[in-house]
């Protein structure tokens, strides 16, 4: 399976779109994405997980490494994911606690602009 990534201006912040799996192979896409955003000096990020179907723990660790990275900046990273089976792996890894999480894009954009 493929990872297709997206990203687009919303509101004042960045939406990042992914469909797909996030793992091992694909998982380095995104990183590529978040830090390419931060490079233009952008630090509200959405990750928009919505059309993910799968999620290990390499893509844990970018999401992770990009909320990381993005507080740095003075920025922050909010997460869209509607899935329950995504959002359990989260819960599990106790993961929901650090990550600001959203069932619309218009409530993750809302939070992150205001």
């Not at 399976?1 to 793992?23: F, H, K, W």
Request: proline share 4%; charged share 25%; with cysteine.
């Amino acid at each position: 399976m493929n990872l297709t990534v997206n990203s687009r201006p919303a509101d004042q912040a960045y939406v990042i779109d992914l469909q797909g799996e996030v793992d091992v192979y694909t998982a380095p896409k995104l990183r590529q994405e978040i830090i390419g955003l931060l490079d233009k000096g952008i630090n509200r990020v959405v990750i928009n997980l919505s059309g993910v179907e799968y999620l290990d723990s390499t893509g844990l660790g970018v999401l992770i490494g990009g909320l990381k990275r993005l507080k740095e900046q003075g920025g922050n990273l909010f997460l869209i994911c509607p899935n329950p089976k995504i959002k359990r792996i989260f819960e599990i890894t106790g993961l929901d606690k650090i990550f600001s999480m959203f069932l619309t894009e218009k409530d993750a954009v809302g939070s992150l602009t205001a």
